[in-house]
């Protein structure tokens, strides 16, 4: 198959998501899993609103969440309609040096589709120890949710974020396509219910977690944990980036974790039933 057969392929199976997030529209971009409607995109291109699926071919559907993984960025939808043309995802991790094809909706243009290469396949300093599939090549908002391919046109990953820097120069970041598959097996794992944001609580001494945000009826408001709450380690271990909330909720022993935090400057303990009700979530760059 030629590289315009497969990026044909690659259109037709990422879908346009659009919905409304705090009062304002949301997109990004879908990948077609299954043949009967299913859908995976990002957790984070969900707003809290209906969605509405747009396919290659114009047509429109409203899709119903079946279930989200905040912790590893991922959802799964469906929309009402059946045959719809399903990619395949490659098992096997993708390579250092390997051509990548990613496709999707960014600045609302349908379908625009960039080649790149893989940069790396692993764990990214500073982001705790999930593996990403680490790929130089040039996304934009709205390419959330869609997919990386190989030059055959099977997924590697799912499109998440870009993660700049000067060492990094703009590498793109996707959730691996086994990280997918694991998601649709098991469903969702422990949560919280938290969104934080990293800060500086000691004069630049140590990271802390700022609580932004407390969903209800979420095991965090259970324990009562408050939006301004920088939390500051888990189970006697200090966090050294955002993803290590997540880790330890997902490693929670019994499902209790154990918090240290600060409110109002003021150090605190605090233990936790963690639960499958709402996630933690990281704030989108």
């Known amino acids: 198959m030629g590289i315009g057969e497969t990026a044909e392929m690659l259109r037709r199976s990422t879908v346009h998501i659009k919905g409304m997030n705090r009062g304002r529209p949301s997109a990004g971009s879908g990948v077609i899993w299954n043949g009967d409607g299913t859908i995976i995109t990002n957790a984070h291109v969900l707003g809290n609103g209906g969605h509405i699926v747009e396919l290659w071919d114009g047509r429109t559907f409203p899709a119903e969440v079946k279930e989200r993984d905040d912790a590893r960025d991922l959802a799964r939808i469906k929309v009402n309609t059946a045959g719809l043309p399903a990619l395949t995802a490659r098992s096997e991790a993708a390579r250092a040096g390997e051509v990548v094809i990613a496709v999707g909706n960014p600045l609302g243009f349908t379908g625009a589709l960039t080649t790149g290469v893989v940069h790396a396949n692993g764990a990214v300093a500073g982001m705790g120890r999930r593996r990403w599939v680490q790929a130089a090549i040039r996304l934009a908002p709205g390419n959330s949710g869609g ?28 959730v691996p396509s086994a990280t997918v598959e694991a998601f649709l097996r098991s469903g969702a794992g422990p949560r919280l219910g938290v969104t934080v944001q990293s800060v500086r609580p000691d004069r630049g001494k140590g990271l802390g977690l700022l609580v932004l945000s407390v969903e209800a009826g979420s095991a965090a408001e259970h324990a009562s944990l408050l939006i301004g709450d920088v939390l500051m380690g888990a189970n006697g271990t200090p966090f050294q980036s955002s993803a290590d909330l997540s ?23 605090r233990e936790v039933s963690v639960n499958l009700e709402a996630g933690v979530r990281r704030r989108a760059a």
């Open 247 to 269: 880790e330890a909720v997902a490693l929670a022993q019994a499902g209790v974790l154990h918090l240290r935090f600060l409110r109002g400057g003021n150090p605190r303990e």
């Open 147 to 174: 997919p990386l391919a190989d030059a055959s046109g099977h997924v590697l990953g799912i499109n998440t974020m870009i993660m700049q820097g000067i060492m990094s120069g703009g590498i793109a970041l996707a």
